[in-house]
C-alpha cells in the first residue's frame, strides 16, 4: 500500500528536493480507511465553515508517534486519501516525490513534539473566531457543544517574540513558541490569523475546531443583545466535555456523510 505525503497553509514552500528527506523510511503503510477518514475530516472543516481555500489538518501516524499525516498543498475541500503524505516531526516529508508544502507545517511538528496526547490537529481561519485574537475580551464557553472553551482559550501573538512578519508560522522557533502558548489547552488563538485545535483523536479534533467556530458566532450574538453573559464556568465546562468526549462520533458520523 502506498503512504502519501502532506500540505499546509496560505503560502507554499519549495518543493521538496527529496534530498535529507529521501533517505528516510516510511513509518509503514496506513490503512487505506484512515487516510479515507483524514481526506473526508478536511472536506467537512470546509463544509462546516471553517476552512474556506486555505486551512490544513493533520493527524499522528497510527503506528508511529514521531511521524504524522497531513495532505499536500491543495485547498482543503478538495482533498482526497491519495493527497496525504508522510512527515516526521521535524515537518520534512518522507517522500516527497517533488510536491511542495505549505510553509506552515511546522504548526503541525512542533505541537506534536511538545503534546505527546495530541493524536490531531486543525489549522484554520474560521471568520467568527479571527476577530477574538484581536479584542482583549476573552472567548468564552458558551454552550455545552463547547464546554471545552471554558479550560481557557490562550492567543498567541507572534509579534512579541519574533517583531514583524508575514503573520505565518514559518519555522521551527514560530512553531515552538506556538506550541508553548497553547501549552495543555485544546484550542489556542493566533493573533490576526486563525486558530489550532487539538485533541486525542480525529474526529475530536475536528468536534474542537468546528464547535470553535459555532461558539464564537454565540458569543458575538450574545455580546450584541447586552448585559452579563451567564457563560460556563471552568467546573461546568468540565463536566460537560466529559459527556461530549464520548459522543464525538455522532456529528461526526453526520458531517462525514454530508461530504
Known amino acids: ?20 528527506s529521501a533517505a528516510k523510511k516510511s513509518a509503514g503503510p496506513v490503512p487505506r480507511e484512515l487516510l479515507e477518514d483524514l481526506a473526508a475530516a478536511s472536506r467537512i472543516c ?8 486555505f486551512g490544513h489538518l493533520s493527524m499522528r501516524h497510527p503506528d508511529s508517534p514521531e511521524r504524522f499525516l497531513m495532505a499536500r498543498s491543495i485547498a482543503p475541500a478538495r482533498v482526497q486519501a491519495d493527497d496525504i ?49 484581536l479584542v482583549p475580551n476573552k472567548m468564552r464557553a458558551m454552550y455545552h457543544n463547547a464546554a471545552f472553551i471554558a479550560e481557557g482559550v490562550p492567543v498567541f501573538d507572534i509579534r512579541e517574540k519574533f517583531g514583524a512578519t508575514d503573520m505565518l508560522v514559518s519555522d521551527h522557533a514560530k512553531g515552538r513558541e506556538l506550541a508553548k502558548v497553547l501549552g ?33 458566532k454565540l458569543q458575538i450574538q450574545a455580546t450584541i443583545l447586552g448585559g452579563p453573559i451567564a457563560a460556563l464556568d471552568e467546573d461546568e465546562g468540565r463536566l460537560a466535555d466529559a459527556v461530549n468526549v464520548n459522543v464525538v462520533s455522532r456529528p461526526w458520523d453526520l458531517w462525514r456523510e454530508r461530504v
Open 85 to 133: 503524505m508522510e512527515y516526521d516531526l521535524d515537518a520534512e516529508a518522507i517522500d516527497a516525490r517533488g510536491r511542495g508544502s505549505f510553509l506552515e507545517k511546522f504548526i503541525h511538528g512542533e505541537i506534536y513534539k511538545a503534546r505527546p496526547d495530541v493524536m490531531s490537529i486543525v489549522h484554520s481561519h474560521s471568520p467568527s473566531v479571527v476577530p477574538f485574537s
Open 184 to 216: 495543555q489547552k485544546p484550542v489556542a488563538l493566533m493573533r490576526a490569523h486563525g486558530s489550532v485545535a487539538v485533541g486525542p483523536s480525529l474526529k475530536h479534533a475536528v468536534f474542537r475546531a468546528v464547535y470553535t467556530e459555532a461558539n464564537a
Open 1 to 20: 500500500m502506498r503512504l502519501f505525503t502532506c500540505a499546509c497553509c496560505a503560502a507554499f514552500a519549495p518543493a521538496d528536493s527529496g534530498g535529507a
Open 46 to 53: 470546509a463544509d462546516q465553515g471553517v476552512f474556506d481555500a
